[in-house]
């Protein structure tokens, strides 16, 4: 089955600076990353994602780069503010069981 | 309006009892999934449906019983309820699962139950 490690498990920044979390997964066969964003109290929310076919998407302060060769992939936000402040969490296709196996998440915190 | 709704938010109960979660998707998706998050914000998937059939059936107690009485319900029903069982317990759901690369794995998550069991 897939295997996804996460790092770090908690980062903090100021506002204004930049985020990287990053993920590794083990199943070379998966082709698609989400990122999910969970804030207190709430379900985890789809913010970005990439497929295979593509190393690099952007959505406004938002970023996911992924690297299929090193089978690693990554979230980076910039001009963080306050309202970024969650628990982030990547994620990849079991292939053999149709499912999203998560990383362990990251808290990330913006200090104003 | 709602997607993917759950019900009740909270749920506090004591060991031994019989309790039920109820999640209802207004998304036209054809699979549900229940997922268990620990205290340590792991989020492991518990059951997938695809329309009223069970997918997926982790290494979870046969005290957790999943119900989907059609495609936009998956209800999760716990008996003998133990103190390891509190979590917070999400619903998600997402498109057909035999489209694979279509779309499937875009899964989207309810508000949680927190249970507690004492």
């Known amino acids: 089955g897939e295997n996804v490690e996460q790092h770090p498990s908690t980062l903090s920044v100021q506002e204004g600076d930049s985020a990287v979390i990053k993920c590794t997964y083990s199943?070379?066969?998966?082709?698609?990353f989400p990122w999910y964003k969970q804030e207190l109290g709430k379900g985890p929310q789809l913010i970005i994602d990439?497929?295979?076919?593509?190393g690099e998407k952007k959505d406004q302060r938002i970023a996911v780069t992924l690297n299929k060769t090193a089978k690693h992939f990554s979230l980076h936000i910039t001009e963080t503010q306050p309202e970024d402040s969650a628990v982030y969490f990547c994620?990849?296709?079991?292939?053999?069981?149709?499912?999203?196996?998560f990383g362990s998440g990251t808290r990330l915190q913006v200090q104003p | 309006d709602t997607a993917v709704s759950q019900t009740p938010k909270y749920l506090v109960t004591q060991m031994g009892n019989d309790k039920s979660i109820k999640c209802e998707q207004n998304?036209?998706?054809?699979?549900m999934y229940w997922y268990k998050q620990d205290s340590k914000k792991f989020l492991k998937i518990m059951f997938s449906?695809?329309?009223?059939?069970l997918i997926i059936n982790e290494t979870v107690p046969n005290r957790f019983s999943p119900k989907s009485p059609d495609k936009a319900h998956l209800n999760l029903h716990i008996n003998s309820l133990e103190l390891g069982d509190s979590a917070v317990y999400f619903c998600?759901?997402?498109?057909?699962?035999?489209?694979w690369g279509q779309g499937w794995y875009e899964q989207y998550f309810g508000p949680g139950t927190r249970l507690t069991v004492t």
């Open positions: 199943d070379s066969a998966s082709n698609y």
């Open positions: 990439i497929r295979s076919n593509v």
């Open positions: 998304l036209g998706h054809d699979t």
């Open positions: 994620a990849a296709p079991d292939t053999g069981r149709r499912a999203l196996t």
């Open positions: 449906y695809n329309n009223k059939e």
């Open positions: 998600a759901s997402s498109q057909d699962r035999r489209a």
